[in-house]
């Protein structure tokens, strides 16, 4: 059983997960490296927060339904690419020694580090020069979105920007309701890969029960004070703090 230091300090980490989430991105980058220096095992801590997560990712679809009115039919063509992938990356990750992942999680971190530092760039980049496709759900829009929760369901960190980038690239769609869809389809991916994780034997229950409603209260807070805060900041400082994680990890 952890200390109650430990579970207030990952019911910390988890609420500003859930927020930073909500205004930037990357949230996992913080919960994450938290859990793995409360001496919980890579493989575990990764399962344990994509589980206590779900419920900050369940805030932000909620809030955003009215942008996904009119998008049903591409959704629900798009949400079992979504499910299977995320169940495909959770089995891999399930299947992965600690040893091997512990080894990857640096490579992870810092390319979820690289998506968060070029998001900006990359919605330039996405919304100037993308393919209009009128289809709801091309052939190459659905391989996309399983590839992208393939990623998600393993690690999850950087999930939404690779999302937003393939949706942004394929759909002819305002940002607000591809952020929506976007939101939606990543919720999906990590409700099934926590589903999946819930009987891995991997889930450190006693974290998540703290961790799971403080997320839920972050993503919230995060998504009323989103136009108060600044974005570019906040993700500068995810930023720094995963690659710090990184190198931390890469050298020990």
């Known amino acids: 059983m952890p200390s109650t230091l430990h579970l207030v300090a990952a019911g910390a980490a988890a609420f500003v997960a859930g927020g930073i989430n909500s205004v930037a991105g990357g949230g996992t980058l913080v919960s994450f490296p938290v859990l793995i220096g409360l ?38 063509r798009l949400l079992p690419a979504a499910g299977v992938g995320g169940l495909l990356g959770s089995v891999l990750l399930v299947l992965t020694s600690d040893s091997v992942f512990r080894n990857l999680v640096p490579v ?31 052939p190459v829009l659905m391989f996309g979105v399983f590839a992208s929760a393939v990623y998600g369901g393993y690690f999850g960190a950087g999930l939404g920007i690779m999302l937003l980038a393939v949706l942004g690239l394929l759909l002819d769609e ?9 939101t939606l389809l990543s919720f999906t991916i990590n409700i099934v890969a926590a589903a999946f994780f819930v009987f891995s034997g991997k889930v450190e229950w006693a974290f998540v029960a703290v961790m799971a409603p403080a997320s839920l209260v972050g993503g919230h807070l995060g998504g009323t004070l989103a136009g108060r805060l600044d974005a570019k900041v906040l993700r500068g400082v995810v930023i720094t703090f995963g690659v710090a994680v990184a190198l931390k990890m890469l050298l020990t």
């Open 39 to 76: 001496g919980v095992p890579s493989v575990h801590a990764n399962v344990t927060n994509t589980v206590a997560l779900c419920p900050g990712y369940f805030g932000g679809a909620y809030a955003q339904r009215s942008a996904l009115a009119d998008q049903r039919r591409r959704a629900r």
């Open 108 to 138: 992870l971190i810092l390319t979820a580090c690289a998506l968060l530092g070029f998001q900006d760039a990359i919605k330039r980049r996405v919304f100037a020069d993308r393919t209009h496709v009128h289809s709801d759900a091309p």
């Open 174 to 182: 305002q940002l607000s309701k591809l952020n929506a869809l976007k």
